[in-house]
């Protein structure tokens, strides 16, 4: 997780959710990390548009 938190500093608008997971976190847990990446992505793409508009 600490290697992990190193992107924070360096990754301007990264966001870090650390889940609670085996080795196969998208065989068990696709739900939440599709609603992260969905999340993520609305955010991310609506600033990305407004920014190329200006």
């Known amino acids: 997780a600490d290697g992990a938190?190193?992107?924070?500093?360096d990754v301007p608008?990264?966001?870090l959710h650390l889940l609670?997971?085996?080795?196969?976190?998208?065989?068990t847990h696709a739900a939440e990390i599709a609603e992260l990446i969905a999340?993520?992505?609305a955010a991310h793409a609506?600033?990305?548009?407004?920014t190329a508009d200006s």
């Open 5 to 9: 938190r190193a992107y924070l500093a």
């Open 13 to 15: 608008n990264a966001e």
């Open 20 to 27: 609670d997971t085996g080795h196969f976190a998208l065989a």
């Open 39 to 41: 999340g993520f992505h």
């Open 46 to 50: 609506a600033t990305a548009t407004a």
